[in-house]
């Protein structure tokens, strides 16, 4: 299935407004210098049964991985075992009933550090040291900022070829592989994107903000946020939205200075080089890494017809045993900025991370938020992430409710619990029908006012395309 944006949304070939729900997965591999993909830890964890148990909660999108390091274990040589089993996921995920956005997914950069770059493309002499928390190297790590530099600034590698060259030919040769597989939707063209010797001056700016905006003495608030204790106190201060806001306004000239200066020339030329192949596929573009905190995103559009803005973000309470203490309210106002950059862009939204709610208990608050706030902006959305034993966790259970898939029309506003939905729809006459996941309930639908059709097929409901004002009602 080939999707096109149109405005703020996206479509099918039938012309169907579609709504996409779903989740991430990733195998970011291990340390391992050689061996096959699968013994450098390249090989996804799941299995067939948990795809399927995936599609059963009324997922309808995938964010597959796919990392440059498996991709090209060596310079010009791609492992094509790798990619056949890239398509041997994209055929369980198009079995199941799903499509997929393929992510060039990065964690500090190299498979030296965390993920994503090869050994051979990580040029620094700097040794690296790992932090206590993981993203906290993009901030301390000599030997990640040096990488990133190189990267950044497409400096040569092996045969003197520029490592964004061979970046944007390695995507060439994924779209090449996968471009044509029905499962295929769009490609993520690089993970939050970090800079390099700027981000502890960008960190040490959203410090000294956070200071001047609080009346606070800076180096001791760079003391709190080294003390778990201390720091989630000077966090519950950015539960007053007009504190995050001033402190994100003061540190976006940084952020929107790397988005156009560095990032978005390597975004055209892997855009470029996708499209040499592949000239329709959704093109997703993240913003700067630093933007997932509630920096507004100054990153330009790439001019691309089918081009979609895929924001990550979290609460600062990520990757910490305190997620279950995540904040409604900082999380609603880094979704605010991202909406802002959203309709400056003109485009469609993917939600490309949100979440990380982990296995543990008393996530459903914070999940039920943000999918209610997703729903009321029209958003689409993949939640980070899928990991051994998901099904049976609380935020798999508090992901799993009712929701809109296609609307014959446009979709003008729906709302969802655990187990109702709601929805309205300017119908039109497109050549299938508006389809919802509404595992269970009786339904109710409504065109001009009056009953009409709606046929209920195991979880799934559909009503036939017609013009006119719809309504859905389960419950």
Same mark, same amino acid.
């Given at each position: 299935?080939?999707?096109?944006?149109?405005?703020?949304?996206?479509?099918?070939?039938?012309?169907?407004?579609?709504?996409?729900?779903?989740?991430?997965?990733?195998?970011?591999?291990?340390?391992?210098?050689?061996?096959?993909?699968?013994?450098?830890?390249?090989?996804?964890?799941?299995?067939?049964?948990?795809?399927?148990?995936?599609?059963?909660?009324?997922?309808?999108?995938?964010?597959?991985?796919?990392?440059?390091?498996?991709?090209?274990?060596?310079?010009?040589?791609?492992?094509?075992?790798?990619?056949?089993?890239?398509?041997?996921?994209?055929?369980?995920?198009?079995?199941?009933?799903?499509?997929?956005?393929?992510?060039?997914?990065?964690?500090?950069?190299?498979?030296?550090?965390?993920?994503?770059?090869?050994?051979?493309?990580?040029?620094?002499?700097?040794?690296?040291?790992?932090?206590?928390?993981?993203?906290?190297?993009?901030?301390?790590?000599?030997?990640?900022?040096?990488?990133?530099?190189?990267?950044?600034?497409?400096?040569?590698?092996?045969?003197?070829?520029?490592?964004?060259?061979?970046?944007?030919?390695?995507?060439?040769?994924?779209?090449?592989?996968?471009?044509?597989?029905?499962?295929?939707? +769009? &490609? %993520? =063209?690089?993970?939050?994107?970090?800079?390099?010797?700027?981000?502890?001056? $960008?960190? @040490?700016?959203? *410090?000294? /903000?956070?200071?001047?905006?609080?009346?606070?003495?800076?180096?001791?608030?760079?003391?709190?946020?080294?003390?778990?204790?201390?720091?989630?106190?000077?966090?519950?201060?950015?539960?007053?939205?007009?504190?995050?806001?001033?402190?994100?306004?003061?540190?976006?000239?940084?952020?929107?200075?790397?988005?156009?200066?560095?990032?978005?020339?390597?975004?055209?030329?892997?855009?470029?080089?996708?499209?040499?192949?592949?000239?329709?596929?959704?093109?997703?573009?993240?913003?700067?890494?630093?933007?997932?905190?509630?920096?507004?995103?100054?990153?330009?559009?790439?001019?691309?017809?089918?081009?979609?803005?895929?924001?990550? +973000? &979290? %609460? =600062?309470?990520?990757?910490?045993?305190?997620?279950?203490?995540?904040?409604? $309210?900082? @999380?609603?106002? *880094?979704? /605010?900025?991202?909406?802002?950059?959203?309709?400056?862009?003109?485009?469609?939204?993917?939600?490309?991370?949100?979440?990380?709610?982990?296995?543990?208990?008393?996530?459903?608050?914070?999940?039920?938020?943000?999918?209610?706030?997703?729903?009321?902006?029209?958003?689409?959305?993949?939640?980070?992430?899928?990991?051994?034993?998901?099904?049976?966790?609380?935020?798999?259970?508090?992901?799993?409710?009712?929701?809109?898939?296609?609307?014959?029309?446009?979709?003008?506003?729906?709302?969802?619990?655990?187990?109702?939905?709601?929805?309205?729809?300017?119908?039109?006459?497109?050549?299938?029908?508006?389809?919802?996941?509404?595992?269970?309930?009786?339904?109710?639908?409504?065109?001009?006012?009056?009953?009409?059709?709606?046929?209920?097929?195991?979880?799934?409901?559909?009503?036939?395309?017609?013009?006119?004002?719809?309504?859905?009602?389960?419950?």
């Amino acid at each position: 299935m080939k999707l096109r944006s149109d405005g703020h949304k996206l479509r099918d070939a039938s012309g169907r407004h579609r709504v996409l729900h779903g989740i991430n997965l990733v195998a970011k591999g291990n340390q391992r210098p050689a061996g096959s993909f699968s013994d450098r830890g390249f090989r996804g964890e799941w299995t067939p049964d948990d795809i399927a148990d995936l599609a059963a909660r009324g997922f309808t999108l995938i964010r597959l991985g796919v990392i440059w390091a498996a991709v090209e274990p060596e310079p010009g040589r791609y492992d094509d075992d790798y990619l056949d089993w890239v398509r041997s996921q994209l055929d369980l995920i198009h079995g199941a009933g799903m499509l997929a956005v393929l992510d060039s997914h990065q964690d500090l950069y190299s498979q030296a550090f965390s993920d994503g770059a090869p050994t051979w493309a990580t040029l620094t002499d700097q040794e690296f040291s790992a932090t206590e928390l993981w993203s906290d190297a993009y901030l301390a790590s000599p030997a990640v900022h040096e990488a990133l530099d190189r990267f950044w600034s497409n400096a040569g590698g092996p045969g003197g070829i520029g490592l964004q060259d061979r970046f944007a030919a390695m995507w060439a040769h994924v779209a090449t592989r996968l471009h044509d597989h029905p499962a295929v939707v +769009g &490609y %993520d =063209l690089l993970n939050e994107p970090t800079p390099g010797s700027q981000a502890p001056e $960008t960190f @040490a700016a959203l *410090i000294g /903000a956070f200071a001047t905006v609080t009346g606070q003495d800076p180096e001791q608030v760079f003391a709190d946020f080294a003390d778990n204790e201390a720091k989630f106190a000077q966090l519950g201060r950015l539960d007053d939205p007009e504190v995050y806001r001033a402190v994100g306004d003061a540190v976006q000239p940084l952020v929107a200075a790397f988005e156009n200066e560095a990032v978005a020339p390597l975004m055209v030329r892997v855009r470029d080089s996708i499209r040499s192949v592949d000239p329709i596929s959704l093109i997703l573009r993240e913003h700067s890494y630093f933007a997932n905190m509630g920096i507004p995103s100054g990153q330009p559009a790439l001019g691309d017809a089918n081009e979609v803005y895929s924001p990550h +973000g &979290y %609460d =600062l309470t990520v990757d910490t045993p305190a997620i279950a203490l995540s904040s409604n $309210t900082r @999380a609603g106002t *880094i979704f /605010a900025r991202h909406a802002e950059t959203a309709d400056r862009l003109g485009m469609p939204v993917i939600v490309g991370e949100w979440g990380a709610l982990d296995l543990g208990p008393g996530v459903t608050g914070h999940a039920t938020f943000l999918q209610d706030l997703f729903d009321e902006r029209g958003w689409s959305w993949t939640y980070w992430c899928w990991q051994e034993g998901f099904a049976g966790s609380e935020a798999a259970a508090s992901l799993t409710r009712p929701r809109p898939i296609a609307f014959a029309g446009d979709g003008v506003q729906w709302r969802a619990t655990a187990d109702t939905l709601h929805a309205r729809w300017r119908g039109a006459a497109t050549a299938e029908p508006s389809v919802f996941f509404a595992p269970s309930g009786q339904v109710t639908a409504l065109r001009n006012g009056a009953a009409t059709e709606a046929t209920r097929t195991g979880s799934w409901v559909s009503v036939p395309a017609a013009e006119g004002d719809f309504e859905l009602t389960v419950k």
